[in-house]
T-cell receptor, first 115, second 121 residues
């Protein structure tokens, strides 16, 4: 079974600075997808960014980018120019590309943005 | 932008009672999901649903749970004889495609609703 681990329960960053959230996963599959979801206090799960394992290029969405290291099974999220609205719980998630449709989530990292 | 909507936002029920959580997925989506998040814990997969049947379920999704798409728009999760440990936030999600169509496409992310907070007393 796949597992996703986020080793940082809490992180903080100064407004306008850059922060990196860590995620590692364990799988024997070669075809899969990785995601970062944001959960603000409203509790809604919002997709931030996704990465296909078959793509070598790291995904980027505006101020959000990932560092995908397939051999190391690492998938970190970098938030540049942090804004107060970025404060939220961030979840890393894994989805198989061949066997099933479930998302497996990590424990989450609570990000605080200090003004 | 179309959204997944869930009702009610908060449901309080007594232990042993049945509850039905309701979801309206995005209209052109074909795959539907339920996830739950016990307070302070990670989000857990419960079940996925496609073409009017369960396509995958987790070990959490036992006989106490059932899902249904009673009409063309609603997707419901029924919990029979609720227990204290069923207290959690329940999220509905939908996607255009998923496993079973050949490949998970770039443009088929899961869209989550705002969740229903279930409190069992």
């Amino acid at each position: 079974a796949q597992t996703v681990t986020q080793s940082q329960p809490e992180m903080s960053v100064q407004e306008a600075e850059t922060v990196t959230l860590s995620c590692t996963y364990d799988t024997s599959e070669s075809d899969y997808y990785l995601f970062w979801y944001k959960q603000p206090p409203s509790r809604q799960m919002i997709l931030v960014i996704r990465q296909e394992a078959y793509k070598q290029q790291n995904a980027t969405e505006n101020r959000f980018s990932v560092n995908f290291q397939k051999a190391a099974k690492s998938f970190s999220l970098k938030i540049s120019d942090s804004q107060l609205g970025d404060a939220a719980m961030y979840f890393c998630a894994y989805r198989s590309g061949t066997s099933g449709s479930r998302l497996t989530f990590g424990e989450g990292t609570q990000l605080t943005v200090n003004p | 932008e179309p959204e997944v909507t869930q009702t009610p936002s908060h449901q309080v029920t007594q232990m042993g009672q049945e509850v039905i959580l309701r979801c309206v997925p995005i209209s052109n989506h074909l795959y539907f999901y339920w996830y739950r998040q016990i307070l302070g814990q990670k989000v857990e997969f419960l079940v996925s649903f496609y073409n009017n049947e369960i396509s995958e379920k987790s070990e959490i999704f036992d006989d106490q749970f059932s899902v249904e798409r009673p009409d063309g728009s609603n997707f419901t999760l029924k919990i029979r004889s609720t227990k204290l440990e069923d207290s959690a936030m329940y999220f509905c999600a939908s996607s255009e495609e998923g496993y079973g169509t050949g490949h998970y496409r770039d443009n088929s992310p899961l869209h989550f609703g705002n969740g229903t907070r279930l409190t069992v007393t």
